[in-house]
């Protein structure tokens, strides 16, 4: 009957193994446990009611479940939780193998806030285990990230641990930079709670220093921020304890005790029996004993040191056995000093307080002047094996700043590269799409043969003129820079104006477009007839041919503004007679003025004009501006317009000058002075009139 059994029961299951195999070919017979479980394992791994072996057994089965899962944030934050629990629980090989697992994690989906919060949980490791240069490398790890990532108070408290293991390998300069680094992050945060632990560790350092002045400065700082805090009972009493201990040292025992009085003074201290509170009597006693109150100092010191024999203080024990063998000592007891500094030596090994224990070799060697030798011995080589390991682990601080703003440097060096390339390639991509532009835009200018050959035949005419120019001589220069000017300022302003006329009308055959085109071609013939009387201008009598001068500038400036559609506006003094000027002045002004108006149309982009002509007897003054587009003197070469307007304000014997600035338009002011004969010319049109 078993057997029969078995076998039915052997049968289904292949057949049911069958069937799924057939429907999941492509599917994981096992799903991973979900991810609230494996919350909830870590949750009981951290669980302090449970014993240490079944917290692990939750953590590990967190552990394997967590590797089964696809690498993702959430992935990464159990791992980061589980490194911390076994940290917790103090199991240093799991923990390392955690917070890489970790770290990888983080490094493959790129998440700089996790990488740095787990260089920080090994730093803290570091830290416990007393190996302050690891430690300093993965909290210099984790501020560098957080500074990456704009965090400015994770990078402050990261900043302020930094400090604190510089002060303890006496790197006190390092300890004070970094702590002011973290001051500066901290202040625009109005962090109270890190800014006092900050001018609290500056405290301790300048003690050390013995600056003693600057040390309470930075203790009373720290004071008034933990005054700040609603819960700062603790922060407050540690602050006095400090200043306490600081007049100790300094021999200010009456001073000490005010403030090792208002510590014990509050309730709470006296509550929980810890080790600050058997520290703070056993300071107590050591001031009192200091100022002849023996018997109290003494019950005091009694009741301390069996408090932290209790609470298995040693560090807190060696301070004790030490300050009481310097009492006995000072008071020519030599055999209680001797018992108490052996006591001192003792608990200083067995709490690794090097610095106690220095103390303790150095007074052994004057309470036991039989094995002195042996003693300074004993501190010499402990002095320099601390002083060669302290250095070196400061060597191994700057060497770890170096390396790491070396690697630095070189990302920078190398995120240059990449942008000098990418400058390349932008500049290659935009010259060939510059070329593209102009070469289409050529193609579409070929349809402007007839301004296209005017302005060839212009400038042939022109080349030739300064062919031919060179060949003259030097008496004839100047008379040929002066029909270059009046080439440039009369047929070429009128050509470029006659170019956009046509260019507007290009390809348009409406009666309007015809009638404007008609209009344009009797502008080129007034423009021949315009390059035939500058031709007859070259004698002086030409000059004098330039009659009724303000009509003349109204019609320059309504037929200019009338082609390019924007307002002018003329002013001029009446009680002058403009007429009655000679014709160099006015064919020179007329000129200027023309260039001027041409530039505020073609470069200004001017909607309107305005000129203004005064004069008295002794100069004229014309002044005429725009509202365009403006542009910022004094930069770049001069354009030959304005080299033409100095030329000929110059043969007045006058002067010019511009002001502009972008989007503010331009104003030009020119200024000619009247000679002795215009002068009595026009007195006595004035008498005529």
């Given at each position: 009957?078993?057997?029969?059994?078995?076998?039915?029961?052997?049968?289904?299951?292949?057949?049911?193994?069958?069937?799924?195999?057939?429907?999941?070919?492509?599917?994981?017979?096992?799903?991973?446990?979900?991810k609230?479980?494996?919350t909830?394992?870590?949750?009981?791994?951290?669980?302090?009611?449970?014993?240490?072996?079944?917290?692990?057994?939750?953590?590990?089965?967190?552990?394997?479940?967590?590797s089964?899962?696809?690498?993702?944030?959430?992935?990464?934050?159990?791992?980061?939780?589980?490194?911390?629990a076994?940290?917790?629980?103090?199991?240093s090989?799991?923990?390392?193998?955690?917070?890489?697992?970790?770290?990888?994690?983080?490094?493959?989906?790129?998440?700089?806030?996790?990488?740095?919060?787990?260089?920080w949980?090994?730093?803290?490791?570091?830290?416990?285990?007393?190996?302050p240069?690891?430690?300093?490398?993965?909290f210099?790890?984790?501020?560098?990230?957080?500074?990456?990532?704009?965090?400015?108070?994770?990078?402050?408290?990261?900043?302020?641990?930094?400090?604190?293991?510089q002060?303890?390998?006496?790197?006190?300069?390092?300890?004070?930079?970094?702590?002011?680094?973290?001051?500066?992050?901290?202040?625009?945060?109005?962090?109270?709670?890190?800014?006092g632990?900050?001018?609290?560790?500056?405290?301790?350092?300048?003690?050390?220093?013995?600056?003693?002045?600057?040390?309470?400065?930075?203790?009373?700082?720290?004071?008034?921020?933990?005054?700040?805090?609603?819960?700062?009972?603790?922060?407050?009493?540690?602050?006095?304890?400090?200043?306490?201990?600081?007049?100790?040292?300094?021999?200010?025992?009456?001073?000490?005790?005010?403030?090792?009085?208002?510590?014990?003074?509050?309730?709470?201290m006296?509550?929980?029996?810890?080790?600050?509170?058997?520290?703070?009597?056993?300071?107590?006693?050591?001031?009192?004993l200091?100022?002849?109150?023996?018997?109290?100092?003494?019950?005091?010191f009694?009741?301390?040191i069996?408090?932290?024999?209790?609470?298995?203080?040693?560090?807190?024990?060696?301070?004790?056995?030490?300050?009481l063998?310097?009492?006995?000592?000072?008071?020519?007891?030599?055999?209680?000093?001797?018992?108490?500094?052996?006591k001192?030596?003792?608990?200083?090994?067995?709490s690794?307080?090097n610095?106690?224990?220095?103390?303790?070799?150095?007074?052994?060697?004057?309470?036991?002047?039989?094995?002195?030798?042996?003693?300074?011995?004993?501190?010499?080589?402990?002095?320099?094996?601390?002083?060669?390991?302290?250095?070196?682990?400061?060597?191994?601080?700057?060497?770890?700043?170096?390396?790491?703003?070396?690697?630095?440097?070189?990302?920078?060096?190398?995120?240059?590269?990449?942008?000098?390339?990418?400058?390349?390639?932008?500049?290659?991509?935009?010259?060939?799409?510059?070329?593209?532009?102009?070469?289409?835009?050529?193609?579409?200018?070929?349809?402007?043969?007839?301004?296209?050959?005017?302005?060839?035949?212009?400038?042939?005419?022109?080349?030739?003129?300064?062919?031919?120019?060179?060949?003259?001589?030097?008496?004839?220069?100047?008379?040929?820079?002066?029909i270059?000017?009046?080439?440039?300022?009369?047929?070429?302003?009128?050509?470029?104006?006659?170019?956009?006329?046509?260019?507007?009308l290009?390809?348009?055959?409406?009666k309007?477009?015809?009638?404007?085109?008609?209009?344009?071609?009797?502008?080129?013939?007034?423009?021949?007839?315009?390059?035939?009387?500058?031709?007859?201008e070259?004698?002086?009598?030409?000059?004098?041919?330039?009659?009724?001068?303000?009509?003349?500038?109204?019609?320059?400036?309504?037929?200019?503004?009338e082609?390019?559609?924007?307002?002018?506006?003329?002013?001029?003094?009446?009680?002058?007679?403009?007429?009655?000027?000679?014709?160099?002045?006015?064919?020179?002004?007329?000129?200027c003025?023309q260039?001027?108006?041409?530039?505020?149309?073609?470069?200004?982009?001017?909607?309107?004009?305005?000129?203004?002509?005064?004069?008295?007897?002794?100069?004229?003054?014309?002044?005429?501006?725009?509202?365009?587009?403006?542009f910022?003197?004094?930069?770049?070469k001069?354009?030959?317009g304005?080299?033409n307007?100095?030329?000929?304000v110059?043969?007045?014997?006058?002067?010019?000058?511009?002001?502009s600035?972008?989007?503010?338009?331009?104003?030009?002011?020119?200024?000619?002075?009247?000679?002795?004969?215009?002068?009595?010319?026009?007195?006595?049109?004035?008498?005529?009139?």
């Amino acid at each position: 009957m078993n057997c029969r059994y078995k076998l039915f029961w052997l049968l289904l299951g292949m057949l049911c193994t069958m069937a799924g195999c057939n429907q999941n070919t492509n599917k994981h017979v096992t799903a991973p446990p979900a991810k609230d479980s494996i919350t909830t394992w870590i949750v009981q791994g951290r669980n302090d009611e449970l014993s240490p072996v079944t917290r692990k057994e939750y953590l590990l089965k967190a552990y394997e479940a967590n590797s089964l899962l696809d690498v993702d944030s959430l992935a990464n934050q159990s791992m980061s939780r589980l490194s911390l629990a076994f940290l917790d629980l103090n199991d240093s090989l799991w923990f390392r193998k955690t917070n890489a697992d970790a770290m990888k994690m983080a490094r493959q989906i790129k998440d700089s806030a996790s990488l740095a919060g787990l260089h920080w949980d090994l730093a803290v490791f570091f830290n416990i285990k007393s190996v302050p240069d690891s430690a300093y490398y993965h909290f210099y790890k984790a501020k560098e990230l957080y500074s990456l990532m704009n965090k400015p108070l994770n990078e402050a408290r990261v900043l302020y641990n930094m400090a604190v293991i510089q002060a303890s390998v006496k790197d006190y300069t390092g300890s004070e930079l970094s702590t002011f680094q973290a001051i500066d992050l901290l202040k625009p945060l109005n962090e109270i709670r890190n800014l006092g632990h900050c001018y609290n560790n500056l405290g301790s350092i300048t003690k050390e220093l013995e600056e003693y002045n600057q040390a309470i400065a930075y203790y009373n700082q720290a004071m008034e921020y933990y005054q700040q805090l609603p819960e700062n009972k603790a922060l407050e009493r540690s602050i006095l304890n400090n200043i306490g201990v600081l007049y100790q040292e300094q021999g200010k025992d009456r001073e000490a005790l005010e403030y090792f009085d208002k510590v014990l003074a509050d309730q709470g201290m006296e509550a929980p029996y810890t080790s600050q509170y058997a520290r703070l009597l056993a300071n107590r006693a050591y001031s009192l004993l200091r100022t002849g109150a023996t018997t109290e100092g003494m019950d005091t010191f009694g009741r301390a040191i069996a408090l932290q024999d209790s609470l298995a203080d040693l560090s807190g024990l060696s301070r004790s056995h030490y300050n009481l063998a310097t009492y006995f000592y000072e008071n020519d007891d030599n055999q209680q000093a001797l018992d108490h500094i052996r006591k001192a030596e003792g608990f200083a090994l067995e709490s690794d307080n090097n610095k106690r224990l220095l103390e303790s070799i150095r007074l052994l060697a004057v309470l036991d002047p039989e094995n002195a030798s042996v003693y300074s011995g004993r501190y010499i080589n402990l002095s320099d094996s601390l002083a060669v390991e302290e250095r070196a682990i400061r060597n191994k601080f700057a060497r770890i700043r170096f390396e790491t703003d070396e690697f630095k440097a070189q990302n920078q060096l190398l995120e240059r590269q990449r942008q000098l390339w990418i400058g390349i390639a932008a500049g290659i991509i935009l010259l060939a799409l510059a070329i593209f532009i102009i070469i289409s835009q050529r193609v579409r200018n070929q349809k402007l043969n007839f301004e296209r050959q005017q302005q060839e035949a212009n400038l042939e005419i022109f080349n030739l003129m300064l062919a031919q120019n060179q060949k003259m001589e030097e008496g004839k220069q100047s008379e040929q820079k002066r029909i270059s000017e009046e080439l440039h300022d009369a047929v070429l302003g009128e050509m470029n104006g006659i170019r956009m006329v046509l260019l507007a009308l290009n390809n348009k055959t409406d009666k309007a477009s015809m009638e404007m085109r008609d209009k344009a071609i009797t502008r080129l013939q007034e423009l021949q007839e315009e390059v035939r009387t500058i031709s007859h201008e070259l004698n002086d009598a030409s000059y004098q041919k330039f009659h009724n001068f303000i009509l003349s500038l109204e019609e320059l400036l309504k037929k200019n503004s009338e082609d390019a559609g924007i307002r002018y506006k003329l002013k001029y003094d009446e009680d002058v007679h403009w007429d009655d000027l000679s014709g160099e002045i006015k064919i020179n002004l007329y000129r200027c003025l023309q260039e001027c108006i041409q530039n505020a149309i073609k470069h200004g982009q001017a909607t309107e004009i305005k000129l203004e002509l005064q004069g008295n007897a002794t100069q004229l003054h014309l002044e005429h501006s725009d509202n365009g587009i403006g542009f910022r003197t004094g930069r770049g070469k001069k354009g030959i317009g304005h080299r033409n307007i100095e030329s000929r304000v110059k043969k007045l014997n006058g002067s010019w000058k511009i002001k502009s600035n972008p989007g503010k338009g331009t104003t030009v002011h020119i200024f000619v002075p009247l000679s002795s004969h215009e002068m009595k010319i026009k007195a006595a049109a004035s008498e005529l009139s």
